[in-house]
Each structure stands twice: as C-alpha cells, then as structure tokens.
C-alpha cells in the first residue's frame, strides 16, 4: 500500500487545510473502504428507516451485514497476504499477463468459496427466499471488493476508487431506502446489495484497465501458499483474532439467535462495530504518513547493504530509519490521544445518534480502547513484514488469538460488567508484546537481515528468485537477493 500511499501523499505537500482534508479523506476510504462506508451507511439507514421498518427486521439485517463481514474477511483474509506477495512478485518480473489470470483465478476462487459458504450458511433460517439470495450475492461481493484492493493498491487512480465507494455506497442507501418503503426487509436488504454491486463493477473496472486481463485462468499462484504457509496465518490470525471474542459471546449464553442463524449480542456488536470507525484515522494516517516515511528509510538500508557499504554507514541509515519510525508513531501517539480523549469524554453527546443505549457508554469507551490496541498491532506487524519477519508476526497473532478467547472466557463467568475487558486486555497485552518484538529486530537489524537468510555459499552473484518480491535488495552471504 506505501504505492498509493506516496501519491496521496503528494496533496499533503500543496501545505493548505483543504488538501489536508483531502488527502485524509481518500486514504482513509483506500485504507478501510468497505468497512467504514458500510458502518456510515447503516447509521444513515437506521436514522432515515427507524420508523418505516420494523425493529425487528432492523436486527436482522445488522446482523446479516456482521456477519457478511465476519465470513468475507475471515475468507478472504487467508489469501490476501499470499495474493500480496505473488502480486508483488510479478509487479517486479514485469509480468502483467501473469497477473491478470492470478487476478481471474483469485476472483473464481472468491466466487466459488464465498457462493457455497454463504449458502450453506443462509439455507436453515426461515427467511424468504430472495433475502437468502441477496445475503449469498452481497457475500461474494463483499469478499470480491477486499480482493480487488489488493491489485488497486498499486494504482495511481486513487481518485476513480474513492468515486466508486462514494456513488456506490449513496446508491446503497437510496434503493435500500426505497426498496425498505416497497418491500420491507427484502427490498431493504436487496437495495444495499445493489450499492455494494456498482461498488464492485467499478473497481473491477478499474482493476481491467490497469492490468491486462485477458479471461484465461493460472492457477500457479496457489504454489505460494505452500512457500508461504506463515502469511497465510497471519491474515486468518489478523481477522480472527479481533472477532473471536464476538463468537465466544454469540454462542454463549447472553447471545440469541435471530431466524435461527444469526446469533448475536446486539449491544456488545453494536459497540464493537462502532468503535472499529475510530480506527479509520490512524490507519489514513499510517498509509499517508508512517508508512510512506518508513518505506523510504527501509530502502536507504537495504540499498546500502547490496552496494557493499562500510559497517559504519549500513549503521547510520538504520540508525535514520529508526528516528524517522519513532517520529512517525510518536505523530500518531499525539493524533491518537486526541481523538480518543475527544471520543471517550463525548460518547454521551454522540452515541444516541447511533441509537446506542447510554446506559452502556463503558462498554463504547473499552472496545474503542481496545481498537486502538489492535490497530497498533496491526501496524507494528506491517513493519516487521516488510523484514520479512513472518515467525514473530504469525507468534502475535495466535498469542492474539489465544489471549482474547481465554479473557473472554473469563469475562463471561464474571458477569455482563466484565464483558468488553477481554478484548480490551488481550488488545493491550499483544500491542505490548508486539512493540517488544519489534524493538528487538530493530536493535540489530542488520544481524537479522543476514542471519534468517538460507546459507547458500559465497558466490558475489546476483540472482533474483521468484518468491522474493517488493524490488529491494539485500546480499544474502555473498548472493545478491531481494527482500520481501
């Protein structure tokens, strides 16, 4: 993503108020597009519908677009890092045919896995038949749209993107509305799916004009899981650490099932699906800021080791990179502490506009606080990725994963008081555990970046393999390779 990223960063340079706006604006729809027009669209919806459309129907299809996102991220999250770097791999060979029938092949998969998971899924409620038609398409739209930002990442159009989420997601909430008055929940249901489909349509046009598509399928792409079976981990780990708190609590007691399938615990959902929004302005700022500042220092090094400088200056360029990584998340600290000061003293003022009950305002204030934690992880992961650290990202996110069912296990024979304090201590332990770690590699960085490359002898040749990507390269004992 540091590609879009460096031309978002370009408005930030006109050094006026409007272009700061603006720049924030479409990172933060590059960076959290489906998710932060779905959470904006459905508030729109309860306050245009909240007397037009029955509250019970109102449940269902909250919880039907949850669990459309549980199901399409889980899924789709297991081949996003895999795609990413097959991706990146035929962005350097040059081979854009290639990637074109990877994008195919992916999109069928998406299609295939998604179609059967929602329809198994969807098949025991009692709902009619058309919803369960339109849950199984906006399903694989959904999934689709997350697979389509891995190959827009590297586009310059950044601007026919967030035009593509703007009119898709105000088409969205116009049919739903007017399906709403005309039908009731499946017209209701069915209008949003409409938005979520032009949604799609555009940016899979975008994806045809940018890479050469030409509807034959390679599949050789999947060899890269076996290559790289830890990033496949670490996308289900990502996804699955933040959600399995959610399951715990559906399938527990205090849950209950709405038309037989879709187990829910509204008011900790609500405040979960609500505080994920908060994260919207540090992941903009990271793809505009930290990541494009860091990506330039990452170079600087790696370019110094491959031209065989001296110790002393491989050193120095570390030594830069590091400063520049600590002004960076230091910037973000001051952004986060802001924002979240302003979201947890306001939440009475604001959260009734969501219809949020104000008698569980704590529960708001622990899962912002605990977003805040998890969006930290997920950033210090991305760094240690670009080191090509897969085992200590993959140790976070099962030590995530772990940590989060355990407190909330805990939680639930606590009481409802204690609920929330899982997620919020599982989020700030990883968080603490994950700047540790990368503290750690950061220290001697130039003894990790040799080391935890294979001895193959000293051959002072360069050669390039397939399964390294990002163009950069590093010597590995004598051979000249890229890290990924």
Sequence with gaps: ????????????????????????????????????ISVICLSVLGLL??????????NIFG???????????IITGISQPVVTRALADELYNRRRTAIGRMFVSLILLTFIVLGVTGIVFISPSDLPLLFKISFVVMLILVGTVWQLMIFLSASSDYKTI????????????????????????????????????????????????????????????????????????????????????????WWSGV????????????????????AFLTAVPAMAHFLIVIETNFYIGYRDFYQCITHKRPLVSIVRKKMKMIADLKKSFGDLFKLQSILLTFLLVFAPQYLPLFNFPLTHVWLFRLAVAGVACYTLVMMISIILLYFDLRKPVVFIYLFLIGTNFLFTIITLFLGSDFHGWGYFLSALIS???????????????EYHSFINQPVTGITGEKEKLPNEACGVEHIRFGKVNRIG
């Design 49 to 58: 519908t909240s007397n037009s459309i029955a509250n019970s129907e109102q």
């Design 255 to 274: 849950g209950h099932a709405e038309s037989y399938v879709f187990f829910a615990y509204p008011l900790y959902d609500a405040a979960m699906f609500l």
């Design 162 to 249: 967030v035009g593509g989420f703007l009119i898709g997601s105000i088409m969205g909430v116009l049919a739903a509305y007017w399906g709403g008055q005309l039908a009731g929940l499946i017209g209701y249901f069915s209008g949003f799916t409409l938005g979520q489909a032009l949604i799609c349509f555009v940016l899979m046009y975008k994806v045809f004009e940018d890479y050469e598509i030409d509807l034959q399928l390679d599949f050789s792409f999947l060899k890269y899981f076996k290559m790289f079976p830890g990033l496949a981990v670490i996308g289900l780990g990502n996804y699955l650490g933040t959600w399995i708190d959610k399951f715990v609590f």
């Design 1 to 36: 993503m540091a590609g879009i990223g460096f031309r978002l960063k370009k408005m930030l340079s006109e050094d006026t108020y409007s272009a700061l706006i603006k720049g924030y604006l479409f990172s933060s729809v590059v960076s959290s597009g489906p998710w932060l």
């Design 431 to 445: 968080a603490i555990v994950a700047s540790c770690l990368l503290i750690y590699y950061l220290k001697d960085l």
């Design 63 to 73: 919880s039907s677009i949850v669990y459309i996102f549980v199901f399409s991220l």
